[in-house]
């Protein structure tokens, strides 16, 4: 071979090695990479108008729940629950077909009627999966079949505390030889485990507050490694290496109260956190020494979101504004760029894929896509999922938020998993 055909053997190589890495996008995590709910992979169908996704399979087994997939290759991993109990189970994601079911413990069960079973999404990291039960059971399970490698109880092992009684919902956050997790109390709101045993390495000792529902994000600021997560009473940050308090701010003076669920936003030394009973709030980090100061930049009511997050793009927030519908927000200023009010579009989930918005209407579950956008509500069509679940709650509510992973749109309504084709 002349030098000439190694060096474009050479760059066939790369180039298709680096098309493959562009078109692969696991989704190995709540809210996908980084934990910020977006999707940046080229040549989507994101004109609905045009073509509607094309449904791939349905699974029918996934049980009752709100846990979001996730994925990594060609194997989707979520919880459910059925017949008293807990489950997690591993799909083929090119034919929907079941790899291995493994039953946890006793089913967790929501006394209002709202919902029962797990709410939180499992971590995969390598060969390993993480996950968090309603009833506050820390499990690692092997990707492999499922098997149990250890367990916690954040109640009887922790001395946990949960605020209220909704029952678990944070997604599990791993990082280097850590499971970061949040049982609350007073041991510590926050905990990091070791994630080959189990074993507790720390808890944040000078923060005791009651657990809420939102999970945790990792982020360097200054130099600074760090967990930032909201209880019942405050959003704050802890040193990665030993749970120290970094810094911490009031959520409301409704103390112990308001449910927090949204998982929070990190821009360039800023916090981003919302929630449906208390509105927004901008906090910029000012690191003093080991520790930081914190500066509240804006605190208004122009985002009021209560469970189906948001999202930052372009220095904007998109999200849905409880009772006041879909609106853009400043995420400098606070102010409102635009808001809209649909009839048919009225809350859920929300989550970007490249320059749009893929929204999830809670109440039925039709999926719409829009422009993210300053300029205003542009849409690129609907689609109603097939059908519905006959799992009855007490609103029958589509609150499991949609994942997007490897050309493929997942969307779960309890027992009913849709797996739908985004290629154009």
């Not at 079973?117 to 399970?141: A, E, F, M, N, W």
């Not at 250890?150 to 791993?174: A, C, I, M, N």
């Not at 997560?229 to 120290?244: I, L, M, P």
């Not at 009973?277 to 080991?290: A, P, Q």
Request: aromatic letters at 10%.
């Amino acid at each position: 071979m002349t030098n000439k055909n190694r060096f474009l053997g050479f760059a066939a190589v790369v180039v298709i090695s680096s098309t493959m890495s562009l078109k692969a996008q696991d989704w190995a995590q709540w809210r996908g990479e980084n934990r910020h709910g977006i999707v940046k992979v080229p040549n989507f169908n994101l004109d609905w108008s045009e073509k509607k996704p094309t449904l791939l399979w349905t699974f029918r087994q996934a049980g009752e729940g709100f846990s979001a997939p996730a994925i990594v290759g060609t194997t989707l991993y979520c919880q459910g629950s059925a017949d008293g109990g807990d489950f997690v189970f591993a799909l083929d994601t090119k034919s929907g077909d079941l790899k291995w079911k493994q039953n946890l413990g006793t089913e967790y069960v929501q006394s209002d009627g709202h919902g029962n079973g797990p709410r939180g999404s499992i971590t995969v990291d390598g060969d390993k999966l993480y996950l968090i039960r309603g009833g506050g059971q820390i499990h690692c399970l092997s990707a492999t079949d499922g098997g149990i490698l250890w367990q916690k109880d954040f109640k009887t092992d922790l001395d946990g505390k949960l605020q209220r009684h909704w029952g678990y919902s944070e997604s599990p956050l791993v990082d280097g030889n850590h499971v970061i997790c949040s049982p609350g109390g007073s041991q510590g709101t926050m905990a990091a485990l070791d994630k080959n045993t189990g074993t507790i390495v720390w808890r944040s000792r000078e923060w005791t507050d009651e657990a809420s529902y939102s999970s945790p994000i990792v982020v360097e600021v200054d130099g600074i490694r760090q967990y930032i997560q909201q209880s019942a009473n405050w959003v704050a940050g802890v040193s990665a290496k030993d749970g120290k308090l970094l810094w911490r701010a009031p959520l409301s003076s409704a103390r112990g109260q308001i449910p927090i669920i949204p998982t929070p936003l990190y821009h360039d030394n800023t916090i981003y956190i919302t929630t449906m009973y208390i509105g927004c709030k901008l906090i910029r980090l000012i690191r003093s020494g080991d520790t930081f100061k914190t500066e509240i930049v804006y605190d208004n009511r122009n985002m009021l979101n209560h469970h189906g997050g948001v999202v930052l793009l372009n220095g904007r927030i998109y999200g849905f504004t409880e009772g006041m519908g879909f609106t853009c927000q400043n995420l400098s200023t606070g102010n409102i760029i635009w808001r809209e009010s649909i009839n048919e579009i009225i809350k859920g989930a929300v989550l970007a894929v490249n320059d749009r918005l893929l929204l999830l209407n809670e109440r039925n579950g039709l999926l719409a896509v829009v422009a993210a956008s300053p300029d205003g509500w542009k849409e690129f069509g609907r689609m109603e999922i097939p059908e519905r679940s006959q799992i009855s709650t007490t609103h029958n509510m589509v609150w499991t938020h949609p994942v997007i992973a490897n050309d493929k749109l997942y969307v779960r309504d309890h027992d009913l998993l849709f797996c739908f084709d985004l290629t154009r």
